[in-house]
């Protein structure tokens, strides 16, 4: 079974991609830096309620929705926030 922690990965996964974002523009919106958000989604360090926090107000959703899985949060996001390289349509992502 997975844990929150990976869920939480994949989450941050599918919002990075919907909202076309990279770790070095993730990591500026919310105040750490891409070598931090790179151990956080490879597993090297864990997520903070903090993160959470700052995720959840970085993507303009709720903290819960970040811990609803990859295609709640993908849902989640308000329009002008994805990307136009996806067409700005929802992707459904397998979790």
Do not use: N
């Not at 929150?4 to 919002?15: N, P």
């Not at 919310?30 to 970085?58: C, E, M, N």
């Amino acid at each position: 079974m997975s844990s929150t922690e990976q869920h939480l990965r994949v989450t941050v996964a599918a919002l990075m991609y919907a909202t076309g974002q990279d770790q070095r523009t993730l990591a500026s919106g919310v105040g750490l830096t891409q070598p931090q958000i790179s151990r956080k989604q490879t597993g090297h360090a864990a997520w903070s309620f903090t993160d959470l926090d700052r995720l959840a107000a970085h993507y303009g959703m709720a903290p819960v929705d970040l811990l609803c899985g990859a295609d709640h949060a993908v849902s989640c996001l308000p329009e002008h926030r994805r990307s136009a390289a996806i067409g700005g349509v929802q992707t459904m992502l397998a979790g």
